[in-house]
């Protein structure tokens, strides 16, 4: 299924506002880092690109991404910029995983830490925030410590995340994946916030789960369409994604 020009324009937008986003945040550190969306219908991604002319994550725009196929070739894009080493991490999790259509790899700093010390993620908060699910449905590290740059290790990294959507990367990052842009940026600071807070918990001491019976209730599928409170599902996504993007817009 072919995207119109208004559709890709959107989307190349899109991915420099996740960019951004995570910049703000401070969830990852220098230039490092790189959001892709899953072009429907063809063996190729849009993602924010590297090489002489790159910008830092927190500064993308939409002339910083570029178009990469499924060999990690580039197809489209400024001179300039080139696909990043990393691009096997995402074209292989596009491979296995056909329900995927955007992929996150970044760099913050909280989760690197706790990999670095085998800390495990543990489900300390409910009503704080929803990273909690994240924990409760269990947050794995993948024990390789160096880039994905070729064929063999993408695969591996992808067989290891499986049908998960998020993974912690020892001494790396993390990666996440979404059906949508929107969706795998608010799981990323959803993650970021839990390995932060895990973070400073056990830093202050001994951090405890919260009780069984409030981890039954994070265990049943999230309530959608809320007559009270903030909305659920998809649209309390997107509320969560406008809000973020709002917030790059401040001077």
């Known amino acids: 299924m072919a995207i119109s020009n208004d559709e890709r324009r959107e989307i190349i937008e899109k991915i420099a506002r996740s960019c951004r986003i995570m910049g703000k945040?401070?969830?990852?550190?220098?230039?490092?880092?790189?959001?892709?969306?899953?072009?429907?219908?063809?063996?190729?991604?849009?993602?924010?690109?590297?090489?002489?002319n790159e910008v830092g994550v927190r500064f993308t725009q939409?002339?910083?991404?570029?178009?990469?196929?499924?060999?990690?070739?580039?197809?489209?894009?400024?001179?300039?910029?080139?696909?990043?080493?990393?691009?096997?991490?995402?074209?292989?999790?596009?491979?296995?995983?056909?329900?995927?259509?955007?992929?996150?790899?970044?760099h913050p700093k909280p989760a690197v830490l706790l990999t670095i010390c085998n800390k495990p993620i543990l489900p300390i908060y409910a009503a704080y925030g929803t990273g909690i699910r994240l924990a409760v449905e269990g947050v794995r590290t993948y024990q390789r410590t160096i880039t994905i740059h070729d064929d063999q290790l993408g695969e591996d990294f992808a067989d290891f995340m499986g049908g998960q959507q998020?993974?912690?990367?020892?001494?790396?990052?993390?990666?996440?994946?979404?059906?949508?842009?929107?969706?795998?940026?608010?799981?990323?600071?959803?993650?970021?916030?839990?390995?932060?807070?895990?973070y400073q918990a056990y830093l202050l001491g001994d951090p405890q789960p919260i009780p069984d019976i409030d981890l039954e209730l994070m265990q049943r599928p999230p309530e959608a369409n809320r007559a009270r409170g903030s909305s659920g599902g998809l649209s309390g996504m997107l509320a969560t994604w406008r809000y973020y993007s709002m917030l790059t817009d401040e001077v």
């Open 166 to 198: 998020v993974a912690l990367m020892r001494g790396h990052g993390i990666s996440v994946t979404g059906d949508s842009i929107e969706d795998a940026t608010v799981r990323a600071i959803a993650l970021d916030e839990l390995t932060t807070m895990n």
């Open 25 to 52: 945040l401070d969830m990852t550190h220098a230039a490092l880092g790189h959001v892709s969306y899953r072009i429907p219908g063809t063996d190729t991604m849009l993602i924010k690109g590297k090489g002489p």
């Open 62 to 106: 939409p002339e910083d991404i570029i178009e990469v196929d499924f060999n990690a070739n580039k197809v489209s894009g400024p001179d300039g910029l080139q696909p990043p080493s990393e691009s096997f991490l995402h074209l292989w999790l596009y491979k296995k995983n056909p329900a995927v259509q955007s992929v996150i790899h970044i």
